[in-house]
Structures are given as structure tokens and as C-alpha cells.
């Protein structure tokens, strides 16, 4: 297998870091390694193979000679940059929300559609939100026995859902209660995160719904080819440091039953069933947090279905910066070799 040139846009954010990470330990053939970032960063090194990179300023001639990037960068650098990169020979693996939902831009979960990976005609291949990724892998192998309709999900997602700023602020804010000092300002959220619940991710638009929420419709229904799908979603942001859980509803079109789903969850790649209710054993957070599984139990019949519907509910947890950011796109970048 031969190497090849990496490059990491926003090598030192959380992903990024994470991003490296992930290449070491699934032994990813990085010949070279670029890291890039903002001008801020400069100075700064990342370890990599037992050595001390400097960390680069992301901009166009950075990416002369560059085989794949990896990007952890937010929209509005994405959108200035990965098109020059691509313009010089490199395929673009993407972590931000600027091209999902491109026509001609794959957005790809390895586990469901990784064929689309090979038609990427502007060297550009998007991941999907990270609660759209932990949501999915294991609904897909569900619908490959029954054919999903409908999806009513809830996402309860953590701190580090908003980067570093997130990880920052949920950690000050315990300090600060800790302490009986006043909290200020909350940073990277609307309200206070810490014992706190916070019903809105990104801005609201049409319906009330936020765009976090309409995420998982429209992705999910490129990711999986289901252009009627119907999805109903609700985000909300939890003061958890890292992993995040869903509350997941599924319609089927034909019959499923509880021990078929549970045996195929069982055998599924990317999922870990935990599942047994005697020795209160379900996905927890801190269970699924520094590994690539998506972890799901719960998995019963949904009461609230008419009679002769075919509908289950399971609960499932991720790491959202491993399988549900960084390790995603690494997976994807590995059938490009």
C-alpha cells in the first residue's frame, strides 16, 4: 500500500486532534503529514509517528503536493479552501456542513453507502452531522430487514458537540456552582449548560425546528437514498463532557420483531448491542465515549403504534468526535487508498 501525503485542515481543534489519532491507530499509510490551521496557531506542533510537527497556515499553496485532506474546519474555511486543495489533485474528506448537501458531493456513512464514495467528481466527499452518523448505523441495519418509514428521534448531545468552547464552558460553569460564584456569560450556548437542559442546537427556521434537527431529515435521506423519508428530530444539548445518546422511534414497512432486531443489531458492523434489562445493562455515555462503536439497547416494542404497525424504539450512545467526526472520515479516506 503506498503512502500518502495528509493533510489536516484545523489540525488543532478537538476533531483534529482527534483525526490524528485515528490515523495512528488504524495504521493509516501517511507518508507525510501537513497539519494546518489559523494564522493563531502558528507555533504550535502536533505529535505524530514520534514526531513534533509544526502546525502550518492554512492557505491554498499549503496544499501543493497533498494526496487527502482530512477536514476539521468550520464552514466558512472549508468552503475558501477545500475547492483550492481539490483544484491541486487532492480528495477532500469533510467534516463541516458547507457541501452535505451538494448534489455532486457524496455524504457518506461507511457502514451504509460507502459505494458512493467512489463518484466524487469535485474531489470533495462530506461526512455527516455527527448525530445523524451515531443515529443511522444502527438503524441501517434494521431497515435492510423491514424498510424504514418513518423516524421520531431526540438527541441528547454533549458539551463537546461545540468544540473546545463547549468542553470550556461546562467544565468552568461546574466550577463556578462548585464554588458559589456567579456565571457570567455562557460562551457557546444560549443558557446555562451545567444541571441544565438546553432544547435548541444551531439557529431556528422554518417550523420552528432547528437546523440541527432538520439535519437529521435531509442527510439522512441522502445517506440512505430514502427521498421520502420522514423524519421528525429534537435536539437537545446536555451537560455531559463527551458521547451523545438518542431516543430513536422507527416505522417499518413490514413486520419486525423485537428478538430479530436485537439479533441483527447483534451482528451489525460499527454497533455494540447492550441490552439486557435483569443486570441493567444499556448504552450509557460514559461506556461509549474513547471508542468507535455505537453502542444500542432498549430496543422494545413502540406502544403507541396502531394495530398491525410495525414499529420498535431503541436508545443508542457515540462518541461523537471519534465514529461521529474524526474516525468517520478516516474510515472513508481508507477506501480511497
Known amino acids: 500500500m503506498s503512502e500518502k501525503t495528509v493533510a489536516i485542515l484545523g489540525a488543532t481543534g478537538v476533531v483534529g ?3 490524528l489519532e485515528c490515523l495512528e491507530e488504524r495504521g493509516f499509510p501517511v507518508g507525510r503529514l501537513v497539519p494546518l490551521a489559523s494564522a493563531r ?3 504550535r506542533r502536533v505529535r505524530f509517528g514520534g514526531e513534533e510537527i509544526p502546525v502550518r497556515e492554512a492557505a491554498p499553496e499549503a496544499f501543493e503536493g497533498v ?3 482530512l ?3 468550520g464552514d466558512e474555511q472549508a468552503r475558501e479552501l477545500l475547492p483550492e486543495a481539490a483544484l491541486r489533485g487532492a480528495v477532500c474528506v469533510d467534516n463541516s456542513h458547507a457541501f452535505r448537501m451538494d448534489e455532486d458531493v457524496p455524504l457518506v456513512i461507511p457502514e451504509i453507502n460507502a459505494e458512493d464514495i467512489a463518484n466524487h467528481p469535485r474531489n470533495i466527499i462530506s ?4 448525530a445523524t452518523i451515531i443515529g443511522l448505523v444502527p438503524l441501517w441495519p434494521l431497515h435492510k430487514l ?3 418509514k418513518r423516524i421520531v428521534a431526540s438527541t441528547y448531545q454533549a458539551a463537546s458537540g461545540a468544540g473546545m468552547p463547549g468542553l470550556r464552558e461546562l467544565e468552568r460553569e461546574a466550577r463556578a456552582l462548585a464554588l458559589g460564584e456567579e456565571l457570567g456569560e455562557f460562551g457557546p450556548f444560549a443558557h446555562q449548560l451545567a444541571y441544565n437542559l438546553i432544547p435548541q442546537i444551531g439557529g431556528f427556521g422554518e417550523g420552528g425546528y432547528t437546523s440541527e434537527e432538520l439535519k437529521m431529515l435531509h442527510e ?4 440512505m437514498h430514502l427521498p421520502q423519508l420522514r423524519v421528525n428530530c429534537t435536539c437537545v444539548r446536555v451537560p455531559v463532557m463527551r458521547s451523545h445518546s438518542e431516543s430513536i422511534t422507527v ?3 413490514r413486520p419486525i420483531g423485537v428478538e430479530e432486531a436485537r439479533a441483527a443489531l447483534a451482528q451489525a458492523p460499527g454497533v455494540k448491542l447492550v441490552d439486557d434489562p435483569e443486570t441493567l445493562a444499556y448504552p450509557m455515555p460514559l461506556d461509549s465515549s474513547d471508542q468507535d462503536l455505537i453502542l444500542v439497547g432498549r430496543v422494545r416494542r413502540d406502544l403507541s403504534a396502531p394495530e398491525g404497525a410495525s414499529s420498535l424504539s431503541f436508545w443508542c450512545c457515540g462518541d461523537q468526535i471519534r465514529k461521529g467526526a474524526a474516525t468517520n472520515a478516516v474510515q472513508i479516506a481508507e477506501h480511497l487508498l
Open 41 to 43: 496557531s502558528l507555533g
Open 146 to 148: 423491514a424498510q424504514v
Open 220 to 223: 439522512g435521506r441522502k445517506i
Open 67 to 69: 494526496d487527502i485532506v
Open 127 to 130: 461526512n455527516p452531522n455527527c
Open 17 to 19: 486532534t482527534q483525526m
Open 71 to 73: 477536514g476539521a474546519a
Open 251 to 253: 416505522e417499518f414497512e
